[in-house]
């Protein structure tokens, strides 16, 4: 077994040489080709290719029908027929050209025969610029040189070094395209003089050729290895003490080093001789991040400097802050005995802070008191504090870091604004490339000279923002008119900016909106609410967000039309800087119902529409027209009032369409006061209605009195009597009141009453109640007897008969046609049910029905 496992790899072998000899054979077993002079031939050389049949290897027909090919590459270059070919050829270019030579028995077939390589190439170039070099104590010779053009043929370097006593190093290189060779030797120290020679010698199949040779001792060739372990020490850990420590090979004599910031690209070069491994740096900044190298040399004249270190970073220490801060400043007033101040500083520069700013020291104190009324300490670039508006305020602002305070800048707190002479005049603002603003101005007119400086100041305009963005500015001259504009400049962002001129404790300002690039709005404002107000309507919108307005906006358009109207649709527009929010339309018709939406509009052109609403103004009639229509109706209502009749009508309207929970019952009236009290005021009575049928004067046509219901056994007339006589003290009248209800009649009930007249003189007790309204009282079943009220008593309801119907003078009643019938009315009293009294004539006797007159109008005689 572990004979046949050693036999394997031999039979592996011969079976492998074994293909590679039959490869070849079958390559080029019909024929071959031949190259002369040489398969390697310089450029611009000719040379001959020579194409042969072996025999019995061509046509099976007579050899005229052999037609050999030759090729170059895959391109046709010559053929000829019999059993041999030979060509001449010219102008090979540099490297390999392949010849391919194939018989063609036919027009369609061809059969290969065998092909040859060409290599075409230049003799090698001198080596030129050979040097050599030998890193550290320890490294080897290692040379580079140049090897000129390429040769496109294999080439062979050889390297010879030759020394003291006659020692001889070479070495030769495999690689192709050799340009460098290590001996791998080592040249000590011990003889530091000693002289070398090296040369290089390039060979290949078209000639050779051999550098100039190079002579050189060990310190010029030795280069130290890079110096390490370096480290930096600051004394009292002050930055005005500082050494750089390294490490280095035992023979450098120079180093030099180099230093700086880490923003920064420029280097800080300093030599040092004979450093022994340590060096001052004097010029170093406080709190700042440094990069430090260190290079080592043997000799000040000889040999090469050795690469450089890695780098060292380290930051230095702090230093008390010596620069002052730029504060700035803003005043809002609250309310009327308070202000808002807001302050604004900017970071010191890395020089100035000298160390990082841990705190800001702010100290707002009143000037007249000179005592300081607030001081504040704030890791933040700005401070905000409300004070009292009386009294003048001065701010001061330091920086601190761990080693001290800067000095602090003291500033006065002044209206910007409150002078309006000094406030500067045409102020412009324009694109300076994409993220530049140039501001112009012009001076304050008669106070131009007055003006000390001028601050500009600008920030992001966000309106309705719960945030303000920051604020920038910045200090000019009084001289310049000007202000170029670049810190944090974004395009298609819109910026308010202002102008302030100062002078002692006084400033005016003018301000101006600008953008560094714009285009228009993305999108358009969004209604959000429509009401009405006084006959128009107020629009009110959400602003544009930033990011979409894509500029300063200069206008707003509020476009309407009627729903489903092909009509253009109107529109107003705003001016950006007066548009209300909500914004009044007073030109909308009331009852239409009309679609509403507005746009946005930068200097780049007009928004997409925003958001559609619907409204329709309700209304409400002009003033004048319902003034004139109630003036007239008001006349022609006053003219028909004053007519009695039309008057009277519209009462008894009233009265009828009054519900039945407005009706009081009738009180009774046995136990009325007055009936009690009526014999004591009777003669008072008597007087004063004496007096009032003298002064009244007698109607000219007194109306009938209408009987609402009659008694049951008799219905006389009565007329009124121009002499009539009252009924004698005691006589009573008896009498039964029927309410609206109560007019129902039975089957023995007589006939409707009608208006009767008295014809005779006889007196008739008026004053007794024909019936009162009680749960005796009902339909057909008139008051008891029993029932008598005092004499002269006169209920506050309509509807009186006499009720001693015996001393009445009896009289046929007239027959008239029922439809003659007088129609029945009701009458509306006026009179409280408490306040009627007895009413007696003026010669003494009793007032008599037929002397009243009953109605809605006021007591008639």
């Not at 209920?795 to 027959?815: F, K």
Request: proline share 8%; net charge neutral.
């Amino acid at each position: 077994m572990a004979h046949t496992v050693n036999g394997c790899p031999l039979a592996l072998t011969f079976i492998i040489v074994w293909l590679l000899v039959k490869a070849k054979i079958d390559v080029c077993k019909r024929g071959d080709v031949t190259v002369q002079p040489s398969h390697v031939i310089s450029l611009g050389s000719a040379v001959n290719i020579s194409c042969s049949l072996k025999t019995k290897q061509g046509c099976l027909q007579f050899s005229s029908f052999n037609k050999l090919i030759l090729y170059k590459f895959d391109r046709r270059i010559y053929f000829q027929h019999g059993h041999s070919l030979s060509s001449q050829v010219t102008g090979l270019p540099l490297g390999t050209t392949l010849f391919v030579c194939k018989l063609a028995c036919s027009s369609n077939d061809e059969i290969r025969i065998c092909g040859a390589e060409i290599s075409v190439g230049v003799v090698p170039e001198q080596p030129q610029n050979l040097s050599c070099i030998q890193k550290g104590e320890r490294g080897t010779v290692r040379c580079t040189w140049d090897r000129g053009q390429d040769t496109h043929l294999y080439t062979a370097y050889t390297l010879q070094l030759k020394g003291p006593k006659n020692l001889t190093w070479q070495k030769q290189c495999n690689d192709h395209y050799c340009d460098h060779l290590d001996l791998g030797i080592n040249l000590t120290p011990e003889s530091p003089e000693s002289s070398y020679t090296a040369k290089v010698t390039a060979i290949n199949s078209l000639g050779s050729a051999s550098s100039f040779p190079s002579s050189f001792t060990l310190l010029d060739i030795a280069r130290p290895l890079p110096p390490w372990d370096i480290r930096i020490k600051f004394v009292n850990a002050s930055v005005s003490r500082c050494t750089l420590q390294w490490r280095d090979e035992g023979l450098v004599l120079l180093n030099r080093l180099r230093y700086r910031p880490i923003n920064s690209r420029s280097w800080n070069m300093v030599n040092a001789t004979n450093a022994k491994g340590r060096h001052d740096l004097l010029d170093l900044k406080p709190f700042t991040e440094y990069e430090f190298q260190i290079s080592s040399k043997l000799h000040l004249y000889k040999g090469s400097w050795s690469d450089w270190s890695e780098s060292l970073r380290t930051q230095t220490p702090e230093e008390e802050p010596t620069g002052t801060l730029d504060v700035w400043y803003m005043r809002q007033a609250i309310d009327y005995n308070r202000q808002q101040i807001s302050l604004f500083w900017k970071n010191l520069s890395l020089s100035e802070a000298k160390g990082k700013i841990l705190h800001y020291q702010v100290t707002l104190q009143e000037v007249a008191g000179g005592k300081a009324t607030l001081q504040n300490i704030t890791e933040h670039t700005s401070w905000t504090w409300v004070i009292p508006r009386t009294g003048n305020w001065a701010v001061s602002v330091s920086a601190a870091n761990s080693k001290g305070s800067s000095l602090p800048t003291h500033i006065n707190i002044t209206d910007l604004c409150g002078a309006g002479l000094l406030a500067p005049q045409q102020v412009s603002a324009n694109s300076e490339g994409v993220d530049n603003l140039m501001v112009t101005w012009t001076p304050p007119g008669k106070a131009a000279a007055a003006v000390q400086e001028y601050v500009v100041e600008w920030r992001e305009l966000h309106p309705g923002a719960s945030t303000q963005p920051p604020l920038g500015w910045l200090w000019s001259p009084p001289y310049n008119l000007s202000a170029l504009i670049s810190e944090n400049i974004k395009p298609y962002i819109c910026y308010e900016i202002r102008v302030h001129a100062l002078s002692g404790d006084q400033g005016g300002c003018n301000s101006i909106r600008g953008n560094s690039k714009h285009k228009a709005p993305l999108s358009g404002p969004h209604i959000n609410a429509i009401s009405e107000e006084k006959g128009s309507i107020l629009i009110s919108w959400n602003e544009i967000p930033a990011r979409e307005q894509m500029g300063c906006i200069l206008h707003y358009r509020i476009y309407w039309k009627e729903q489903d109207s092909n009509s253009q649709p109107q529109l107003c527009e705003i001016p950006y800087r007066v548009s209300p929010n909500p914004h009044p339309i007073d030109s909308l018709r009331p009852r239409v119902t009309y679609i509403l939406w507005m746009t946005a509009l930068t200097a780049a052109g007009e928004s997409p529409q925003g958001n559609e609403r619907e409204f329709c103004l309700q209304g409400k009639a002009n003033w004048s027209t319902f003034v004139a229509p109630s003036i007239c109706m008001g006349v022609i209502m006053v003219g028909v009032l004053s007519v009695r009749c039309f008057r009277q009508k519209v009462f008894v309207l009233l009265l009828a369409l009054r519900p039945q929970w407005c009706s009081k019952e009738i009180p009774d009236p046995a136990n009325s006061t007055w009936a009690k009290n009526y014999p004591i005021v009777e003669e008072k009575t008597q007087l004063a209605l004496d007096r009032l049928l003298t002064d009244c004067p007698t109607p000219e046509e007194p109306e009938t009195l209408v009987i609402n219901k009659v008694l049951h056994q008799v219905t006389p007339a009565f007329r009124r009597s121009h002499h009539p006589n009252w009924p004698e003290k005691g006589q009573g009248v008896q009498g039964h009141y029927t309410s609206e209800e109560d007019t129902g009649y039975s089957a023995s009930s007589p006939p409707p009453p009608r208006a009767l007249t008295a014809e005779t003189g006889q007196g008739v007790d008026l004053y007794k109640v024909l019936g009162s309204k009680g749960p005796d009282s009902t339909p057909g079943n008139p008051a008891s007897p029993s029932t008598v009220l005092p004499v002269d008593y006169l209920p506050a309801y309509e509807g009186y008969l006499p009720s001693n119907i015996d001393y009445l003078p009896s009289r046929e009643p007239s027959i008239t046609d029922p439809r003659e019938e007088l129609p029945q009315h009701i009458s509306l009293s006026i009179f409280p049910s408490s306040s009627l009294h007895p009413l007696t004539s003026s010669c003494g006797e009793k007032l008599t029905l037929d002397q009243v007159k009953m109605g809605c109008g006021p007591l008639m005689l």
